[in-house]
């Protein structure tokens, strides 16, 4: 008699027969929802629940297929980006970053901009999500700072990544920027070249980002023993408009700043403008410090020195959790990955009087 090489197939499957999503529900005695939702890793699924289903899906080598899931889950292969961002070149390095994931995936991107004051958000987006019926969400700020967002995406069990200044969610939802680390390199920059008497331009309040990095501007500052006046504080709302506004305000005081640092590279240009108008030279004048570090930053004169956030990384490595579930990858057990703002310094900021 032969010897028979064909190993038994798992589980009670017939040798040969691909596993299914109703083979894993059969054998781990739980709905094909519930399957799915592991699969996804949704967080309304008890742990005891997941562990079971996992070794299911591992014993059965299970590996689900896009467009069987497409099909199954009622989903496209749409990834969706959500943003109520006012800086067009930060919302445009953050498509192309996820671009770089999505290549070759089989999925496609579509974005959906909307205003965190509108009364109609929240239902603007669950319309989204559900007329797109979408493979999942990337949130920048500040929509990934709103709760109520994220409680619908969870109704509707869209996966989601999440990118925030600070830790917002579950390690396999987040994206940490960490702002506050690049705002105290601004401070200790600002400091060391001398500076005492600083102008700051935050965000809007309803940016989480506009408290972050002022936070830690203000600490850097307090550890090189300089204080940060009010007076010299002022709100923008991250567009070149509002920096305009804002600096003009802080250069009309007396005595007036000898730096400034702005939330962000848009509204750092527009302190170059009123600097310009008020008829005061940078960096001669006024010393100038960016956020950001967008493109823009080395193709104004002076070339503005700007904290370096990735953002096109960003973008990238937050569509590489959404898209882990896919390749059979539980995104909490990646390695995280780690944004750390670094200041690229330039021009625009000098040493006081020198």
């Known amino acids: 008699m032969a010897d028979d090489d064909t190993a038994p197939a798992p589980s009670g499957l017939k040798p040969g027969k691909r596993p299914t999503i109703n083979d894993v529900a059969r054998i781990a005695g739980v ?13 309304f699924v008890r742990e005891e629940t997941r562990v079971k289903v996992t070794a299911v899906i591992d014993d059965l080598g299970f590996v689900p297929d896009l467009q069987a899931r497409g099909l199954a889950f009622r989903r496209s292969f749409l990834v969706g980006l959500i943003y109520d961002n006012p800086s067009p070149n930060y919302v445009v390095n953050m498509q192309q970053g996820v671009l770089d994931a999505l290549k070759g995936s089989g999925l496609e991107l579509v974005v959906h901009p909307c205003s965190r004051q509108s009364d109609t958000v929240v239902a ?12 999942g969400v990337i949130l920048p700020p500040s929509v990934s700072e709103d709760e109520r ?28 920027t960490n702002d506050h680390l690049g705002a105290a390199e601004a401070g200790r920059h600002l400091a060391d070249l001398g500076h005492t008497r600083i102008g700051f331009i935050s965000g809007p309040a309803s940016f989480r ?14 550890e090189k023993g300089v204080a940060l006046d009010d007076r010299y504080v002022a709100e923008g709302a991250y567009t070149f408009e509002s ?5 003009m305000g802080l ?20 302190v170059f403008k009123a600097a310009r108008d008020m008829g005061l030279a940078i960096p001669d004048d006024l010393s100038v410090v960016g956020f950001d570090d967008l493109p823009m930053a080395s193709r104004v004169w002076p070339n503005l020195t700007s904290v370096r956030l990735p953002i096109r990384d960003m973008g990238r490595m937050a569509a590489e ?14 390695e995280q990955p780690e944004v750390r703002p670094s200041l690229v310094v330039r021009e625009s900021a000098r040493r006081l009087g020198a």
């Open 31 to 43: 709905s094909k929802k519930t399957v799915s939702r592991v699969i996804n890793l949704s967080p």
């Open 251 to 270: 250069l009309a005081l007396d005595p007036r700043p000898t730096a400034i640092f702005t939330g962000n590279d848009e509204m750092a240009l527009g």
């Open 124 to 135: 603007d987006i669950r319309a989204f999500v559900e007329r797109q019926k979408l493979f």
């Open 149 to 176: 967002v994220i409680q619908t995406l969870r109704d509707l069990d869209c996966p989601y990544v999440r990118i925030a200044s600070i830790s917002l969610d579950a390690p396999g939802a987040m994206l940490v």
């Open 243 to 247: 920096g305009v506004e804002a600096a």
């Open 209 to 222: 980002s506009s408290a972050v990095r002022g936070g830690g501007f203000r600490e850097a500052l307090a």
């Open 321 to 334: 959790k959404l898209l882990a579930p896919m390749r059979g990858i539980d995104p909490a057990r990646l």
